[in-house]
């Protein structure tokens, strides 16, 4: 059994920064296509960043420039690094891997939450003005 769980989420005052970790339980899903998704309260589950197998990065066009997708495969671990928070930032993340059968990220992976067979529980970010 595959388990991704996240930590970092924190309250922070507009334009602070916060880093979210997941730590992915099989090292065989941690090198594969992995993500960041969130879910702010009244709107459906938003894909944030999406790191490929290569380590091509793809971002949604909100965070593009103040947030960064990494992992350290030594650690089996996927971090967001969320720099000039925003309101509008405020949600409930989520890591989300996939299979290590297919491990590629297929096109349009950072807006298809089906493209991901594991996913952590969640850590909250709120963001205040």
């Known amino acids: 059994q595959v388990q991704l769980m996240e930590s970092g989420g924190g309250s922070v005052q507009s334009g602070e920064s916060l880093r979210l970790s997941c730590a992915v339980s099989?090292?065989?899903?941690?090198?594969?296509?992995v993500a960041w998704f969130r879910r702010a309260p009244g709107k459906e589950r938003e894909g944030v960043a999406i790191?490929?197998?290569?380590?091509?990065?793809t971002y949604v066009a909100s965070v593009k420039g103040r947030f960064t997708i990494s992992r350290d495969n030594a650690k089996n671990s996927l971090y967001l690094q969320m720099n000039n928070l925003k309101p509008e930032d405020t949600a409930m993340y989520f890591c989300?891997?996939?299979?290590?059968?297919?491990?590629?990220?297929?096109?349009?992976?950072?807006?298809?939450?089906?493209?991901?067979?594991?996913w952590g529980k969640g850590t909250q970010v709120t963001v205040s003005t």
């Open positions: 989300a891997a996939r299979s290590h059968y297919n491990p590629s990220c297929p096109p349009g992976a950072i807006s298809y939450a089906g493209a991901f067979s594991y």
């Open positions: 790191l490929d197998v290569d380590g091509t990065p």
């Open positions: 099989a090292s065989t899903y941690g090198t594969g296509c």
